[in-house]
Structure formats: C-alpha cells, structure tokens
C-alpha cells in the first residue's frame, strides 16, 4: 500500500513537478478572453483564457496589468507570455500572465485604437512637444537591428550627404516579445548620452504585423521623455505607428530618416557660394555708397569751407566798410570845417559885407567898379553903399597923403 498524504503535501509536490518543468516557465499561449475582472481594490486581474476545446485559468498580477497597451474585453483574443504552475491552496491548475498582446487585426486594432486615445489624451501628440531637428549634428544615435538593412541605408545616406558625422548604434531586436522593452531601453540609454545630437528609430520595412511592435505604450513613453530630438523611420508608406505620433518628425523610411537628419552637402555649399555672391555683391553696393557718400560729404565740405572763406572775407570787408566810413566821415567834416571857414572867409570879404558896415565903392556907368585913381575930373560915377545909390560928378582927383 502506497504511503499515506496529506492534501497539502500532494498540492505541494506536484507545484514542485510543474515549476521544476523548464517548458512550463515562459510559455506563449493564444486563446480568447473571458470572465474578465479586475480587481478595483488590489488591481490584479483575473481571467479564463480558452480556445475550441479547453481553458485554464489566469492571473495577471497589478504591476504586469499596469504595462497593458491597451484595454481587455470579453471575447477578446489575446497572446499571452506566462508561466504555468499550481495554485497549491485550492490545487487549480493555472497560468500567470507576464504580458498580453491582442491576436489578429481585429482585435489588435481595437487595442491600438484605445491606446492612441490615451496617449493622446495625455498630451504625448501635442505639437507643443515637438522638438526641432538641429541643422548640423555631430552624432546621431541609432536604434535598429545591427544586422537589417535600415543601418546600411542610414549609412549610405548620411555618407553621401554629410560623411563627418558620427553614427552611434544602440543594437536592438525589432519583433518578438522582447523588442519593445529592448527599443525602449535604448531610446533611454541614448537620450541620456551627452554626444547625441538626435536619435532616429528604424526597421527596414515587414508587413503591418511586423511593425506592431512599434505600437507598444512602453516605446511611446520612452520617446516623450527622451530629451534628444527623435526621429520614427519605421519603413512604411501608409500606416501610423504610435512611435509616428510621438516622435518629433516621422520618415517613411530609414533612407528619408537620413535626409531629414543631415543637410546636403552639395546643397550647402550652393547656399555658401550664393551667400558669397550676396556679401559680395552686398559689398561692392555698400563700397559704391560710401564712395557717393564720401564724395557728398567733401563737396560739402568744400561748400562749407567756401562759405567760412566767404565769412570771413565778408567779416574783413565789413571791417573796410567801417574804416572807409569812418575816413569818408572824418574828410567829410574836414572838409565841411574847412568850407565852413572859407565861406567865413569869404563872407568876411564880401564887398556887401563891407560895405554894410559904412563903406562905399565907386562904379562907372557901365557898372564896372573902379578905384579913385582911375578917375577923371568931370567924369561922372556912382558911389555905391549897402542900400543906395549916388551919381556925382569928379571935380578933381587928388592924391592922399597917409599921414593926412
């Protein structure tokens, strides 16, 4: 008879069976959601996840529902990374869930779409965010895979347009269940390195599946808080990532990743020689209107010289006038005291001033005046004084003796 046990040690020995089971520790598992319910007051949810045939239980502890991109539904169907064990309370066989992924476009879309409005709603698409590029980076961090196309497009690009920058790869997976977590940590790991000018975030293309990865919530966070201005070139034309939303600016592919990231060369050195031409051109415009101005400024300097030449002669002519006037001024009363002296003079001399005072003058009858020396007796004359007149006639002319 086989030994005798207890419930517990039973419960006890087969949890050891199934954690000892390597297989049974990271299992991937696709099923449909149901019973869904979260816990309100602890935040651990609990689940049956069931195909056709069968379900198991499930529970996905608060910190592993926290990361959840997106919201689970009843009926939803879901790719879950878990570990399978025995509840060794109640001997229920179980799954834990690590992480949830929607299954199929349906379902996956659903999910993206709820996320998006969160994302979105939190102010992680805002424009206000949005960081610009710098127009000439020293380094660029790169997060892809080291062995996809993406790095040799970027590389061929970037040394065709700018060859002295530097690339600085941050090697990552870019599908499976690690990928995300491993993206994220690199956009980290680069924002934080201080040679960084700009970070761009690649994969070379795949089919929409493919590029899901790119829509994880933890990739979005870590690109909103990255302090480098980022760049999304997840390689396709048509479909929006969540990285495409936050990003700073969006590529289509890791080739326009690189364009937008460095200038042009060939480009810059046509702006070069145009700004050349134009400070040349800008130059000689500004030499031509000094020389014009230069010359304006000595013609006026000429005219004002002139005019101080002209001042001052008209300072030294006004000086001459004075002294002229002065001179005229002086002759002129010179010459009036001396007229004023010779019409005394004359005045004095007068004949009618003479005889005014008593004195007569003789005159012939031709009134020519004639001195009593040329007389002749019984001629006759006029003796003249001030106011009258007498006609006498000479008896005899005699000569006077002064001592008489």
């Given amino acids: 008879m086989a030994e005798v046990m207890t419930v517990s040690a039973l419960n006890r020995y087969v949890k050891t069976l199934f954690d000892a089971n390597d297989a049974l520790f990271d299992l991937a598992l696709r099923g449909e959601i149901a019973n869904f319910v979260q816990n309100a007051r602890s935040g651990h949810c609990y689940f049956t996840l069931r195909d056709e045939a069968c379900s198991v239980k499930a529970v996905m502890f608060r910190s592993s529902a926290a990361r959840l991109a997106f919201r ?46 969160q994302l979105e709603k939190e102010g992680l698409f805002a424009q206000e965010h949005k960081k610009p590029l710098p127009a000439y980076p020293k380094c660029i961090g790169v997060v892809t895979s080291k062995t996809g196309a993406a790095l040799q497009d970027i590389r061929n690009v970037m040394g065709r347009r700018w060859p002295s920058v530097r690339l600085l790869l941050c090697p990552v997976t870019v599908q499976g269940f690690e990928a995300a977590q491993q993206v994220a940590d690199a956009i980290d790991r680069l924002s934080r390195c201080k040679e960084v000018d700009e970070i761009i975030v690649a994969r070379g293309g795949g089919s929409r599946e493919d590029l899901w990865v790119f829509n994880a919530e933890v990739i979005a966070r870590a690109a909103f808080r990255c302090k480098k201005p980022l760049i999304s070139a997840i390689g396709h034309e048509i479909d929006y990532t969540i990285l495409d939303f936050v990003a700073d600016r969006r590529a ?38 000094c020389y014009n101005g230069l010359r304006q400024y000595n013609l006026l300097l000429e005219q004002s010289s002139a005019r101080k030449i002209l001042q001052q002669d008209g300072e030294q002519l006004l000086q001459l006038q004075k002294k002229i006037r002065a001179q005229i001024q002086q002759k002129a009363t010179s010459a009036q005291q001396t007229l004023q002296h010779s019409a005394a003079l004359a005045d004095s001399l007068n004949p009618y001033r003479v005889l005014s005072r008593g004195y007569t003058m003789v005159t012939l009858p031709d009134g020519s005046v004639s001195t009593v020396a040329a007389l002749h007796p019984d001629e006759t004359v006029w003796i003249c004084g001030a106011h009258h007149r007498a006609r006498c006639r000479v008896e005899a002319v005699e000569e006077t003796n002064e001592n008489t």
């Fill in 252 to 289: 289509p592919t890791p080739s326009a990743a690189a364009e937008l990231a460095v200038p042009d060369r060939k480009e810059q050195m046509r702006i070069l020689l145009e700004l050349q031409k134009n400070i040349r051109e800008n130059m000689q415009k500004r030499a031509v209107l």
């Fill in 72 to 117: 689970p539904e009843e009926g939803m169907r879901v790719v879950v990374r878990c570990r399978a064990t025995l509840y060794e309370r109640d001997g229920a066989f179980q799954i834990y869930v690590n992480e949830m992924f929607p299954d199929g476009i349906g379902a996956a879309q659903l999910a993206l779409e709820q996320l998006k409005a």
